[in-house]
């Protein structure tokens, strides 16, 4: 069984820091050229460092995008947050998911933010907005054109990410309906997510390689999270559908990537409150969150540490306090 806790007192809010691992090393820029054939393909990674977020965006995948996750207590500190990316483009037209790495490299990275590749007749651009200063967020824009002179059928474009966030050890995933996003959390430093400016079809939780796996398939599992208990290296996935793509005609997305938010799960324990001597005070927790379900809550009336009561439900209402005075209450929330 699996516990994830976070502990909160009405007064005071009390945030645990984990050791650290090394940050990754910068990946080299690296050239690929067949002699002797007709293809010279060139890779140039792009190259970013802002206050937070240091990335590394190849033509057909990326990793080692890494985060300083605690800049105060850990200045200059860089955690690994993704370990890989790539996408992928189907059509009814070629009869399998093609792979990132299956596109031909037109115009590399270099020095600018554009990079233009092409499988067949599709041309494909990708485009990186790069974060600046202490933003936690930056987007990929790809933009997919059909140069041939006959409709690609049923266009779909795939995007995932295997988040190892410090590594990979203790992560889970979810999708929110709500918001269309794919996150993954390490509840021991912080949530990772991503989402498109276009509304997703599918989406995929699953343990890296099997993510990889449906996204070479064309099969996303649309899983609501993985595992479904406790931790594991899982990576996570989305895929929109383009429709029929006529000869010249484009499509376009923005994939904006999230670093940093706040973990999954998270007790509040409510304002703080007066009450007339000898009333009974009603506390309210229910503005508590979870990725998955609050299955209890635990209250510290002393706040010695000890719970004093494990309910259910988020209301409870305590009369044990005999003489006047200020009083901290701890809470404690458990997911399932
Ligand atoms: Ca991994
Ligand atoms: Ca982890
Ligand atoms: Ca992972
Ligand atoms: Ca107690």
């Not at 605690?70 to 009814?92: C, K, L, M, Q, W």
């Not at 049923?154 to 990979?168: C, L, P, T």
């Not at 594991?232 to 006529?246: E, I, K, P, R, S």
Request: overall charge negative; proline content about 4%.
């Amino acid at each position: 069984m699996n516990y994830r806790k976070l502990f909160y007192t009405v007064l005071l809010i009390t945030v645990m820091v984990v050791s650290l691992l090394p940050a990754m090393p910068a990946l080299a820029m690296h050239d690929v050229v067949q002699k002797g054939t007709r293809v010279a393909e060139v890779h140039e990674t792009f190259s970013h460092n802002s206050d937070l977020l240091q990335i590394v965006v190849g033509e057909q995948s990326s990793s080692g995008w890494n985060y300083q996750y605690d800049p105060v207590g850990h200045p200059g500190t860089f955690i690994r947050s993704v370990y890989g990316e790539h996408y992928a483009v189907a059509t009814n037209t070629w009869g399998s998911v093609k792979q990132s790495t299956a596109f031909t490299i037109d115009t590399p990275f270099g020095s600018g933010d554009t990079a233009t590749l092409h499988y067949n007749q599709l041309s494909l651009t990708r485009q990186v907005t790069p974060p600046e200063g202490s933003a936690r967020s930056f987007s990929i824009t790809f933009v997919l054109t059909n140069t041939g002179n006959s409709t690609l059928e049923n266009v779909r474009f795939f995007q995932g990410v295997d988040y190892d966030i410090s590594d990979a050890g203790n992560d889970y995933g979810w999708y929110s309906n709500s918001t269309d996003t794919v996150w993954q959390n390490d509840d021991n430093y912080f949530k990772n997510g991503f989402r498109g400016n276009r509304t997703s079809s599918h989406h995929d939780l699953n343990a890296y390689g099997s993510m990889w796996s449906d996204m070479s398939n064309g099969n996303l599992n649309d899983a609501e999270k993985y595992p479904a208990s406790g931790t594991a290296d899982c990576g996570v996935a989305l895929q929109w559908d383009a429709g029929n793509l006529t000869p010249l005609a484009s499509w376009d997305l923005t994939i904006t990537f999230y670093f940093g938010e706040a973990a999954g799960i998270e007790a509040n324990a409510g304002p703080d409150q007066t009450v007339g001597r000898g009333q009974p005070v009603t506390f309210n927790a229910s503005g508590s969150s979870s990725v998955g379900t609050i299955t209890s809550y635990e209250w510290d009336f002393d706040n010695n540490g000890t719970y004093d009561v494990n309910v259910g439900t988020p209301l409870y209402t305590y009369a044990g306090w005999a003489v006047l005075g200020q009083y901290t209450v701890g809470l404690r929330v458990t997911d399932n």
